[in-house]
């Protein structure tokens, strides 16, 4: 079984998708915009979506974490239905990666500590996507 999530976007999705392979440090894979997909009669690519993303992924924890922009026409609707939930046995790298995502976000919760982990914090990056990040020790919680 594999973990994926897609997040889509309105039109900003390169600067997204390259901002979270740089606070992850990972890599974008397999960026593909509208205009480079293969021609389909039925559905032809209006000149507005052109250059925008069709697909990207970027590897998060050994998840693939899918990226589109939406084509125009199917308008993005902002909410809250993405929440990708990143847990880590790395203290540092917890506050680093929380830190990194919060600049030009907002802060729901700053990273503290909770009754399931010893740093928890929820955010909402400048993209509009909710993050959960969370320290977690296999060792040290039970389940």
């Known amino acids: 079984m594999q973990l994926e999530l897609f997040v889509n976007f309105d039109g900003n999705c390169r600067e997204a998708v390259e901002f979270y392979a740089k606070v992850f440090k990972s890599e974008v894979k397999n960026l ?12 032809p690519v209006p000149e ?10 970027v590897q998060i924890g050994g998840v693939t974490v899918m990226f589109m922009d939406m ?20 203290m540092q ?3 680093r990666i929380f830190n990194e995502l919060k600049v030009g976000g907002e802060v729901y919760m700053e990273l503290q ?5 010893e740093k928890y914090g929820m955010l909402k990056d400048k993209f509009g996507v ?10 040290t919680c039970s389940s």
């Open 113 to 117: 500590k909770t009754f399931f982990s």
């Open 130 to 139: 909710i993050w959960q990040i969370l320290y977690y020790n296999r060792e």
């Open 48 to 57: 507005a979506d052109t250059n925008k993303i069709m697909y990207a992924d």
């Open 71 to 90: 084509p125009s026409s199917h308008p993005l609707i902002v909410g809250n239905n993405i929440n990708p939930t990143v847990s880590m046995a790395d």
């Open 32 to 43: 593909m915009t509208y205009g480079q997909a293969p021609p389909d009669p039925n559905y």
């Open 93 to 95: 790298e917890v506050e």
